[in-house]
């Protein structure tokens, strides 16, 4: 019958082991794709403030009412797809780039790989660090950190971070 037809290929030789391994070493850890690394909200806040660190928010109207991150910028995941060359072209300054919805549990993430797809199939040298923000804009409010209620798109409020915590 058609089980005895898994059974068909012969098993991998010694040789084919050594063919391999005379391939050659694997391609350093530089070639490697960039992965989503998570951070908490702590995390971020020792970050802060840094010219080197783009947050975006990906949240939709929710950024409106609830406020945001000092410094964020927002890249609403609805069109978030359209957005995607604007942001290749802005987050070129930056070395680290975290993402981060209202709980970073579908939007921020997903937003966080599209970039990096982006990415991988552009050639824009050297590629920023990706973060995501654990637990998202609720737990960085939730765990006492600032939050700014401008109405930029682009928050210029980098210093209302973690220096500012004692007035909160």
């Known amino acids: 019958g058609m089980m005895g037809l898994c059974f068909s290929a012969p098993p991998p030789t010694q040789q084919s082991a050594a063919a391999a391994a005379a391939a050659g070493p694997p391609p350093p850890a530089a070639m490697a794709s960039p992965t989503v690394t998570y951070l908490t909200p ?74 990096i797809k982006s990415l991988s199939t552009l050639s824009v040298g050297d590629i920023p660090k990706i973060y995501v923000l654990e637990r998202g804009f609720n737990g960085w409010a939730g765990a006492g950190w600032p939050v700014c209620r401008c109405a930029e798109v682009a928050c210029k409020n980098f210093l209302l971070s973690s220096q500012g915590r004692s007035f909160f």
């Open 42 to 115: 702590a995390d971020l806040a020792r970050m802060q403030p840094s010219p080197n660190l783009a947050i975006i928010d990906v949240r939709d109207e929710e950024r409106e009412y609830d406020g945001h991150i000092g410094g964020s910028l927002h890249y609403p995941s609805d069109t978030f797809e359209d957005q995607l060359p604007d942001l290749i072209q802005k987050i070129k300054n930056y070395d680290s780039v975290v993402f981060h919805c209202a709980m970073s549990q579908v939007r921020g993430p997903t937003c966080a790989w599209r970039l």
